[in-house]
């Protein structure tokens, strides 16, 4: 007696595709690290791009080595300056915030200045080169 | 004398297609996964609480600053007065170019002021500062 075959001739199994191919979907979602950058994003002015600002447009926000600010002359928490500066802009809406630090300081320190200042939605933000 | 329901109502969900499905699915992670191409430096990266992300990694240019002052882009160490030159190149292939700074915390900023006058320089003006969230 001849043995029965158990498959037709030339036809391959499909039950288990989908688990193969849910096996290779897995694979892929566990090893992709979706680590977004995030961040601060600022836009640099273009090299020789000098405006004239008149004076009572300016606030300067220096930074000094020990992360210390000093805003428009007067010394501030770091965490305070957010609502200064929300405050003032409520005054002049022309205002530009020049940031200006010492060659020394911490660049967290100026990360947490530029940051109080996103939060004040200050759009007008001014780098000063370091001379 | 009763009714009889002429079909009956299949209670199982199709599978046949099953398959098609997950492999629609596995090639669109296949092809929207950009696998990280350069590793860097190891630095701290500052927090700050109002940040945004970026809009793409495809536009996306990293430059790292390790803590000593050391820059790194795309792999390779770099000087200050260098950044610009290769920083241009990216920038000409490029036009939608974003630059990410990936720089330690306690990097000085006189050498951040000096990238940023490298970078004016470049044309590279769309800059990011690469920061973790902080919890408020």
């Not at chain 2, 320089?121 to 919890?135: E, F, H, P």
Request: net charge positive; glycine share 4%.
């Amino acid at each position: 007696m001849k043995k029965k075959r158990r498959f037709k001739r030339g036809e391959i199994p499909t039950a288990s595709m989908a688990d193969i191919a849910f096996l290779l979907l897995i694979f892929f979602l566990v090893t992709t690290t979706i680590d977004m950058d995030k961040g601060l994003g600022i836009i640099l002015p273009a090299e020789g791009e000098e405006i004239e600002i008149k004076k009572d447009n300016i606030l300067n926000c220096l930074i000094n080595s020990s992360g210390n600010v000093l805003l428009g002359g007067e010394p501030i928490k770091t965490k305070d300056i957010s609502k200064e500066i929300r405050r003032k802009i409520a005054e002049n809406d022309k205002l530009i915030i020049s940031v200006k630090a010492h060659e020394k300081t911490k660049y967290s320190d100026y990360i947490a200045v530029i940051d109080q200042l996103k939060m004040a939605n200050a759009k007008r933000i001014s780098i000063a080169e370091i001379d | 004398m009763k009714i009889q329901r002429k079909t009956k109502v299949s209670s199982d969900i199709p599978t046949a297609s099953m398959p098609d499905i997950i492999f629609m699915l596995l090639i669109f992670f296949m092809v929207t996964t950009v696998l990280r191409e350069y590793s860097g430096l190891p630095v701290e990266l500052p927090r700050a609480k109002r940040i945004e992300k970026l809009k793409s990694k495809r536009h996306t240019s990293h430059i790292w600053v390790s803590k000593e002052g050391l820059i790194s882009i795309q792999d390779k160490l770099h000087t200050v007065e260098n950044v610009r030159h290769v920083m241009y190149d990216i920038r000409a292939a490029d036009p939608l170019l974003t630059v990410s700074l990936k720089a330690d915390k306690s990097a000085k900023m006189g050498l951040i002021s000096n990238i940023h006058n490298e970078l004016r320089k470049a044309d590279a003006l769309k800059l990011n500062y690469s920061t973790k969230t902080a919890v408020e």
